[in-house]
């Protein structure tokens, strides 16, 4: 069985990247790391995605809690597709995903 695609939805996509561009104006480097550890993580959901916690604002989604940034990897996911709902800041306003 093959492992399932990965999937961004589109305001996910406009938070990495502007976490991307904000970590590279403090210090350029630093949103390449961020990328990296996004893609880290993303492999190892994609690994075992219903080992990672579910998240407390929705039952069908789940989080991976980055270590160097203060971003959670909020993602949903079946068989076939994993879908990052939100590059969702860990101390900023706590489910605000959820409409997605």
């Known amino acids: 069985m093959s492992e399932p695609r990965i999937r961004f939805h ?6 990495l990247e ?7 104006e403090q210090d350029p480097g630093l949103g390449v790391a961020l990328v990296n550890e996004v893609q880290r993580a993303l492999a190892l959901v994609r690994s075992r995605p219903e080992a ?34 939100a590059l969702a800041h860990a101390r900023r306003r706590p489910g605000y995903w959820r409409a997605r």
């Open 10 to 15: 589109p305001a996910a996509a406009e938070e």
């Open 18 to 24: 502007a976490a991307f561009d904000w970590y590279e």
């Open 52 to 85: 990672w916690s579910v998240s407390p604002f929705d039952a069908r989604a789940r989080f991976f809690r980055l270590t160097r940034f203060p971003y959670r990897v909020v993602f949903a996911h079946d068989a076939n597709e994993i879908v990052v709902i």
